[in-house]
């Protein structure tokens, strides 16, 4: 009887823990959950498994670990949010598979994508057709955003701005999103220049679509 109470009290402790952690993580869908993300949940799991078996085993040698893992992960995540190369490290880049309407073979096999890939997940978004998809970007997560043609495009008229751009992010000039659009960094400046920009690093986000800019700056 004295074992299955010591099952049940250390089942409860650590659902009510492994609660606390995952709030502590921060809010993401499972299906956005970076790859640090999802091992860690697995280590976490895996080992408050191990210690609802193991009831002979002292609770602190799965708490020390947990513990442990739980600095690491907010430790990690606050450096992700203060530096965007940090981030590209850990969680990955977006991979634009299809551009302006064509594939991208070389992208593909940079991440490990094939074509039944590139299908299924175009099925899952109800497009029939690759021809009707101007932009396929996947992202660190795995999921494939999609940015299908207009109509007129279908029809052979493509404006190749369609697709809003992120030219600056955490105040880093996004130097490989500025050659999708044939532009140069010293352009970006000169045009922030005439907004009344004169420090990139000031700028928390800019865009660039169909000629217009959207910019934000650092916490205003």
């Known amino acids: 009887m004295e074992q299955y109470f010591i099952i049940l009290f250390r089942t409860v402790l650590l659902y009510l823990l492994i609660l606390l952690i995952f709030r502590l993580m921060g809010k993401r869908e499972i299906g956005e959950l970076s ?103 996947l992202e660190p997560s795995g999921t494939l955003s999609i940015f299908q043609k207009k109509q007129g495009e279908q029809e052979g008229e493509q404006d190749s701005s369609s697709l809003a751009l992120p030219l600056i992010i955490d105040g880093e000039v996004q130097e490989d999103n500025l050659g999708m659009i044939d532009k140069s960094s010293s352009w970006l400046l000169e045009q922030l220049k005439k907004q009344g920009y004169e420090d990139p690093g000031e700028i928390s986000f800019c865009s660039y679509q169909n000629g217009k800019f959207y910019i934000d700056l650092k916490d205003k």
């Not at 976490?44 to 609802?52: H, K, R, T, V």
């Open 35 to 137: 790859i640090l993300d999802l091992v860690v949940y697995i280590m976490i799991a895996e080992m408050a498994s191990l210690a609802i078996e193991n009831t002979k085993d002292p609770l602190v040698d799965t708490l020390l670990p947990i513990s442990v893992l739980v600095i690491i992960q907010i430790t990690l995540a606050m450096l992700s949010l203060k530096s965007k190369k940090f981030r590209d490290i850990v969680d990955g880049k977006p991979t634009i598979i299809i551009n302006d309407g064509k594939i991208d073979e070389k992208a593909m096999r940079s991440q490990r994508y094939n074509f039944d890939d590139l299908l299924l997940q175009l099925r899952e978004k109800d497009v029939g057709d690759i021809a009707d998809v101007e932009y396929a970007i």
